[in-house]
């Protein structure tokens, strides 16, 4: 049995069911469904506006869906208090679009940010700064522990951000367009570095691009978004082998 | 009619904003007695606005001190009431002229940098990013500045008011050769606290309008960069707008414990 089939009977980490969202009159989730098992990497893609980054805004409770479940290590992220949300989140981390460091912060505030807020899951004796040096050393970056976002280059500022997603040991990350406005070169460094922290921390990712490049490399699975459902799931083979014309569309080149 | 339905949309947003901007501050007062309290942040953000606005707070207010003693001399002369301007120029400056333009200084300083700081945050995701890491924005961004605002702004309008009389006091000693001690015997006479805790409980005022529109603005910003520099402006052309408000409210209110 190889480590994909493997995945498939592994735990649940992340599970949403027939999830629906709209704004106004445009219904952008029309009974979404998906799971996440532990340790795998699961890629979806989808057009433009066809829903996620709502969905995966959804899934951290940055935004409220209208309907359906989203089950986030056996919690139900809808029925939960902001103090239980806030606790749950310290196990995802989100890695943004944008990198979206603070601007008025160093690196190694950027990184010692999320530290200060959840303090109870580590230890009283543990050390914040070997803990930032640690998630920086991972992202090849200790020398920019005292820059400002400013000074760093987005490749930089992407690896940081990074570093600062790791910095919980998150168990379930969520990547947003990881390699979005990047170099081919920057995006492949990035895409290596996602599939070392995969193997080091055995994390279960949930990234969201439209890179078929990063798509073929770090996926187990597949999940087509179209039209706010769940159009199709596969490994990236099965899905590019499709004869179904929205499917064909996404993998012409 | 077409006319009357545009009158009528800008009507509907405008009670929708501002039924919006009364639920942010309704926000503020809930969560500000909340835990945990943001006190580091706090004290970084009113060192940030009195300190970085203290030059150009003073700096005006020197010039309107300069400008009010040059402007009200001759007709005082004329009238053979030279000496009264000591007495008419503090009242003034600690009445009305000192928090006010101290706090449209602050409305443009503080005001749009709250919106324009918040805005870009909240376009590039970083107000996001606090949220998924455990943090509420709304009291580590929002109350922070609203309550640094609010604590700095009386301080601030204390030392703008010495400070125009001070401009004021020059004038004096280089036009009629009045001394350091006259001059500001005859202010310190003429002064009461009738008049300086009313101009302090209205600054307060006025820094809380400052404070709520500027995060409010920016916190709700549009996407984009144009949505940034429109929280940036809005922030200080509303907040400019309700400080006038407050302004009558206060003058009006103070008149009437005046008359009791």
Redesign the interface.
Known sequence: MNDKQNISHSEIVLQIKDLHKSFGDNHVLKGFNMSLYQGENLVIIGKSGSGKSVMI?CL???MEADSGSITVMKNDITKLT?EAL??L??D?G?L???S?????MTVRENLE??LR??SKKFSKNADTEALVLEALTSVGLAHAIDLMPSELSGGMKRRVALARTLI?QPKIILYDEPTSGLDPITAKEIIILMQDIQKKYNTSSLIITHDMDCARVISDRMLLLIDGIDYAVGSFATLSASKDPKIRAFFKN | MSGISKIKDRLKAFLIELGDLSYFTGRFFREVFKRPFEIKELLGQCYNMGNRSLLLVGITCFIIGLVLDLQTRPTLMEFGAVSWMPSMVSISIVREIGPIITALVCAGRIGSGIGAELGSMRVTEQIDAMEVSGTNPFKYLVVTRVLAVTLMLPLLVIIGDAIALFGSFLVENLKGNVSFTLYFNQVFDSIEFGDIIPAIIKSSFFGLAIGIVGCYKGYYCAKGTEGVGKAANSAVVVSSLLLFIIDFIAVFVTDIFYDL
Request: hydrophobic share 45%.
């Open positions: 805004k951290v409770g940055l902001q806030d606790i989140r310290a995802i989100f943004f679009q944008g979206a460091l603070y601007d008025s940010f999320p807020r959840h919980l």
